[in-house]
């Protein structure tokens, strides 16, 4: 089979399709994909999208008349001068798996109200799965193929833990994970500001915006307030986060942000377990 690339085309927003100029013969018919809604679109069409909340990932490549790509396809015989019509593809969906594994603890930790965020990093919004095993077993199920990254957070007699672990879902389900939990991190330094920028015009908090996951509102961004001096203190801190400064006008920005005078690309601070973050500057400009 030989793919003729100018018969490519894509459905309207209700899966219609139309593929013109194509030579009599036989072929086979790939569907993938899933398009995003487009910038502009009637009230009928943008409430299709809303509702089926479809992601590119939910399917995988499909033959007619709705197999994987994997699997054998029907061919179709088209006839010169006949149109033919009622060619209907179901888009098979994509193979889901299950997390299966235990949350562990340091010893004389008492640990209640686990919480396991996990997903892609791309995704929209992280899932969220509730351990009620007092032994912190746990199975996830219905897990799209791909990285997937699991963010733990738990309360205990000690205070908070946290546990962060990625895994690849693709071939099979995945068994005998094991998913730390520890005394999260902190974060120290100092936020300076241009001599021209009023007190009244400085923001007053500092957060820190977890990156390895798009965290589901149950998840509490960690942040602090910024004291007189610019100086501030984030708890409770594990993982890969950037950091922002929620009321800054707009005629502002972070100019720059280091560690014991090193540049972070990108605004990207990486905290490991057992890691006290300090030497932190935060400086805003116009």
Sequence with gaps: MVPLTETRTTTSWDGRYTIKDVPPGTYLLLAQGVAKAPATVSP??????????????????????????????DAITLLEGVPADGIDIWLAPARRFSIAGR?????????????????????????????????????IDSVAPGTVILLATAESNRGPLMGVVSTDVRVGDIEDLTLPLTVPSSVTGRVTFARDIPIASR??????????LNVSPLYSTPDAPIGVDGSFHVDHVLGDYELTLPGLPPQLRITGVSRNGRALAGNRLGIVAGETVDGIVVTVGP
């Design 44 to 73: 009928t069409e943008q409430a299709a999208f809303e509702i089926n909340q479809i992601r590119p990932e939910d399917f995988t490549p499909t033959l007619y008349p709705g197999v994987p790509a994997t699997d054998a396809g």
């Design 103 to 139: 949350a562990t603890w340091p010893d004389g930790y008492v640990v209640e109200h686990l919480t396991i965020e996990y997903g892609n990093p791309t995704d929209r919004r992280a899932s969220v799965w509730n351990v009620s095993d007092p032994g912190g077993l746990f199975t």
């Design 203 to 212: 923001p007053k908090t500092i957060a820190l915006v977890p990156k390895l």
